[in-house]
Nanobody, 115 residues
Framework: QVQLVESGGGLVQAGGSLRLSCAASGSIFNFNIMGWYRQAPGKQRELVATINSARSTVYADSVKGRFTASRDYAKDTLYLQMNSLKPEDTAVYYC?????????WGQGTQVTVSS
């Protein structure tokens, strides 16, 4: 029922910026926790940022000060503004939602940062 579709990935040089979007459809509630994760080849998927039911955002230390996550509750859309990108940020970025204890993932969008 719930679907998440990411967009905005691409190739960017180090120091550049990208803005990712995640459009949600289906039964989404404002109190559902939504977030961004990323996974590099051969690596474990890791949390990038999450927005909880209190509309508070938690960031991974590696992106703090560079990335900004936000959510448009009226549009059920999650965003990730990525600035000062580093090659270490290269990964597939996934949007997810914790919906009543069930985690739903988007298809992912590739972000590649060249040195």
């Amino acid at each position: 029922q719930v679907q998440l579709v990411e967009s905005g990935g691409g190739l960017v040089q180090a120091g550049g910026s990208l803005r990712l979007s995640c459009a949600a459809s289906g039964s989404i509630f404002n109190f559902n926790i939504m977030g961004w994760y990323r996974q590099a080849p051969g690596k474990q998927r890791e949390l990038v940022a999450t927005i909880n039911s209190a509309r508070s955002t938690v960031y991974a230390d590696s992106v703090k000060g560079r990335f900004t996550a936000s959510r448009d509750y009226a549009k059920d859309t999650l965003y990730l503004q990525m600035n000062s990108l580093k090659p270490e940020d290269t990964a597939v970025y996934y949007c997810n939602i914790n919906r009543f204890g069930v985690v739903i993932w988007g298809q992912g969008t590739q972000v590649t940062v060249s040195s």
